[in-house]
């Protein structure tokens, strides 16, 4: 019993005496427990997010089915496109060739016929064309799924030189001064090239046949020959006998105009290779 009276109540069994128990006082309030264990769950929640998820066995089969297909795929289309003759040429299309042959085209070209599109070395088909005489330029593409198509663009013929008695013939002259056809007659409406010698490599051959290929159209009918010295020299004759200097190629427009007008004069030269200072003679 107690200085005040009272009977001490007789602890129960398996619980702690009052003056063992934690003061209630220094319990951490329930806000704060509550956020603690929410940190907790957050924490858990982030950790188990990091955790790769182990595949089941069926969709790791899946990936590997998926995966084997792709392959067999790309192999499959590799070996269609580039070894099988499923997507081999069949049709070779010559496209711009008027005097030059188609076949001949064709057969310089030397396709290899039913060999896979991709493996065509479209390079080395157009080097070979462009080796014809007469071809001036070359295209080379691929139509699909079987023709491969050849684009040409022709030399055209704006002078010819005759080689004389005991020479090879008369020859074909284009504006870049190659010398790509031999003819047996001498061809109408091309001016006669005067010159010790006709080359592509011939820097006064390429002069010549350059004032050629820009003057009007009506002027170079009227022509029936070219010469020069130097490549700044390069003078013609006309039909009705008259000779023109023309110089060099610049001021092409400009010289035509002037030329036009003094042709109405008399006279036998007509210098206009300065075309500022025109002369008759």
């Known amino acids: 019993m107690t200085q005040t009276g009272e009977r001490r109540r007789p602890a129960e069994p398996g619980r702690r005496p009052r003056s063992e128990r934690p003061d209630r006082s220094k319990r951490i309030p329930r806000a704060e427990r509550a956020r603690r264990a929410k940190d907790r769950r957050g924490r858990r929640s982030v950790q188990d997010r990091r955790r790769p998820a182990r595949p089941t066995r069926n969709k790791e089969m899946r990936r590997r089915w998926v995966a084997l297909l792709s392959v ?43 060999k896979p599109m991709l493996r065509l070395d479209a390079d080395e088909i157009r080097d070979r064309v462009a080796q014809m005489p007469g071809i001036a330029t070359v295209d080379v593409s ?19 030189f005759d080689s004389g008695p005991g020479g090879d013939g008369v020859h074909l002259v284009d504006g870049a001064g190659v010398v790509f056809k031999t003819v047996k007659e001498r061809p109408a409406g091309l001016p006669e090239l005067k010159l ?4 592509a490599d011939d ?29 700044g020299s390069v003078e013609f004759a006309l039909a009705d006998g008259k000779t ?13 105009k002037v030329l036009a007008a003094l042709l109405t004069r008399e006279g036998k030269v007509f210098d206009v290779s300065a075309p500022d200072l025109p002369t008759v003679s």
């Open 203 to 231: 820097p006064v051959t390429r002069a010549v046949t350059g004032v050629l290929g820009v003057i009007p159209q009506q002027l170079l009918k009227q022509v029936t020959t070219a010469t020069a010295k130097t490549p």
């Open 72 to 114: 067999l795929t790309v192999a499959a289309l590799v070996y269609l496109l580039w070894f099988s003759s499923m997507l081999g040429v069949q049709q070779v299309d010559v496209v711009g060739a008027s005097s030059v042959p188609a076949d001949q085209i064709r057969g310089t070209a030397a396709v290899p016929d039913q």
């Open 196 to 199: 010790p010698s006709v080359s």
């Open 142 to 160: 691929r139509s699909w799924p079987h023709t491969l198509e050849i684009t040409v663009t022709e030399r055209a013929a704006i002078a010819f």
């Open 244 to 256: 023109v200097r023309w110089g060099t190629s610049a001021d092409t427009e400009r010289k035509a």
